[in-house]
């Protein structure tokens, strides 16, 4: 994903919009360019797992599926001509 984000500059903002969709946000800076904000969410879903076997009980120490979610952000600095000039980004911790 961080490649991709840094592939765009130089490009565009019609190629940004056709890799990542509509922004999450854009905010307009006083000189007349812009940043266009995304938040990507994914989610991975872990199955779930027992371990230990009980002769009587079957078995023991099982745990339910666990779902982990992860936010990955990107910004892009937009100038008048909708050039990207600029791309940041990051990812939350986990």
Known sequence: MS????????SNLSNLIQEFGPPSSVVKLKDGSRIFSY?????????STCTGYSYYFG????????????????NFWVDKNDHIYKAEF???DF
């Not at 490649?3 to 130089?10: Q, R």
């Open 90 to 92: 990051s990812k939350s």
């Open 39 to 47: 938040i990507f969410v994914r989610r991975y879903v872990y199955p």
């Open 3 to 10: 490649s991709k984000v840094s592939s765009l500059v130089g």
């Open 59 to 74: 078995a023991v120490d099982c745990f339910p599926p666990e779902v982990e979610e992860r936010k990955f952000y990107a």
